[in-house]
């Protein structure tokens, strides 16, 4: 096994990489663009993630001999495709919204810049990280809204793939979440750790007592203890037995938690545990949350439903080919006009139109040439949703890596705050913001 990412991909971006040398096409220059037609299940925004990742992605995708061999052997390219994959990197241009912006139907989340060979290899690949990670992404920003100041903890592993767990933990970070059970999520991108015992740690010992002493002696008085695995009530009087009324924090992770948070916070308090933490879990989603508002809780950890998208598994996101050069060397805008799946053709530039500080529309401005698109003489407020992300095949290196994955979580909280307030409420509807199209106003 090697690192390449080359073979993550679906054979026929190969097979059309095969004919495109053949006939000569392969070298004409390409825009690509991901975008997505609707907002899957209802929401009224979504958040792009998986950025870092994919650039990351895109310099991996190199075929070494392991590769090569497959392909030879499979009869699945020609002769003359395998010796341009031999040497193949990627060289174009990557633009496209910063990673944690929000997006809406139509938005160019991102512009790959280059040849058809160089490009139409990379579909794919963009979308399987796009597509997850900007759902997860969405799914968790909807419950960061609903758990307002209360953090949250992501701790999705176990109902995930091995990479998508990790995946998932730095998609929810950037949109809000606080911290992930997953340690590869930690060492990888810098998300934050936690975790303390399960019930198999109760279970364990003889008894529950014997189990939260345990538990104390190897991580003080601070700790957070699970008390459900038997009765409630005596899990919590155990806890404070144990710890004392200094004890850091209690986890709950069953039955009806607004109703039993409260039962569980009268006796705390109570047994003068008046500081100790309540910490809820079992099944949460942003509607369960945002149940929750009025209860006597401190913090969430929340599983399924955040690495799976809470209901919504992938962004719906699409890859397609917005504009080529032509045989005379000029541009032409190409779109699909199939029912149901039209895309708009041509280069494109987005702005969020502002008033007051508050987002009012998703402008994109569209053109088939390449000059400058700019809309600050019709809209001196319009911020511009576009970063440049790779630069003959090479990534910014402010969008990678740990660094990167705060700097998205950073954007993410400042552009979230643009929002108007219907685009929180959890409730099914139409996107927030309009998208509009208009054509570029030709150079004078």
């Keep these: 096994m090697t690192r390449s990412t080359a073979l993550l991909t679906d054979r026929y971006e ?75 990197r990627f060289t174009g241009s990557v633009t496209g919204y910063r990673e944690g912006e929000v997006y809406f139907p139509g ?5 790959i810049e280059g040849t058809f060979a160089d490009a139409v290899v990379l579909e794919t690949l963009a979308l399987s990280i796009l597509n997850y990670d900007s759902a997860v992404a969405t799914a968790a920003a909807r419950m960061s809204v609903a758990a307002g100041d209360r953090p949250l903890a992501e701790m999705g592993s176990r109902r995930a ?13 950037i949109a809000g979440f606080s911290a992930t059970s997953n340690l590869e999520a930690g060492r990888r991108w810098g998300v934050p750790t936690m975790g303390t015992a399960a019930h198999a740690w109760t279970l364990l010992h003889d008894s529950e007592e014997e189990a939260f002493r345990s538990q104390i002696d190897a991580l003080g008085t601070g700790t ?9 009530a005596e899990g919590v009087r155990t806890a404070v037995r144990v710890a004392g009324p200094e004890l850091g924090g209690v986890r709950i992770d069953s039955g009806d938690l607004p109703i039993v948070a409260g039962e569980v916070r009268a006796l705390l308090d109570e047994l003068g545990a008046t500081n100790t933490r309540i910490t809820v879990t079992s099944d949460l989603d942003e509607y369960a949350l945002a149940a929750l508002a009025a209860s006597p809780v401190d913090a969430y950890g929340v599983g399924t439903s955040v690495s799976t998208g809470s209901g919504v598994p992938t962004a719906g996101l699409v ?32 702005f969020r139109t502002l008033d007051g500080g508050t987002a009012t ?11 400058e698109l700019s809309t600050a003489a019709e809209h001196p407020d319009a911020r511009a949703l576009q970063a440049t992300l790779m630069i003959d095949g090479e990534a910014d290196a402010a969008a990678l890596g740990p660094a ?22 959890l409730s099914k509807a139409d996107p927030a913001l309009a998208t509009e199209y208009r054509e570029a106003t030709p150079a004078r």
């Excluded at 793939?161 to 970070?173: D, F, P």
């Excluded at 080529?324 to 053709?345: C, N, P, T």
């Excluded at 529309?361 to 000059?371: A, K, N, P, R």
Aim: net charge neutral; charged share 30%; aromatic share 8%.
């Design 14 to 88: 190969l097979t059309m990489l095969d004919a495109a040398l053949r006939d000569g096409t392969a070298e004409r220059r390409c825009v690509f663009e991901v975008f997505g037609r609707r907002l899957s299940g209802g929401r009224r925004f979504g958040v792009v993630a998986g950025t870092g990742r994919l650039l990351e992605a895109i310099q991996d995708f190199r075929f070494g001999d392991g590769e090569l061999r497959y392909l030879r052997d499979n009869r699945i390219v020609d002769a003359t495709t395998l010796d341009h994959l031999a040497d193949y």
């Design 107 to 111: 938005s160019p989340l991102l512009t």
């Design 161 to 173: 793939s091995e990479g998508a767990a990790v995946a998932a933990a730095r998609a929810a970070y």
């Design 224 to 232: 957070t203890l699970l008390i459900d695995t038997y009765d409630i």
């Design 319 to 350: 890859f397609k080919l917005v504009a080529r050069e032509a045989a005379d060397g000029s541009w032409v805008g190409v779109a699909k006009a199939s029912a149901q799946k039209a895309s708009h053709g041509g280069r494109k530039a987005a």
């Design 361 to 371: 529309s998703e402008l994109i401005i569209v053109s088939d040439g390449f000059e």
């Design 404 to 425: 990167g994955v705060e700097a998205a979580r950073a954007h993410h909280a400042r552009v979230r705050e643009e929002l108007p307030m219907r685009a929180l409420a």
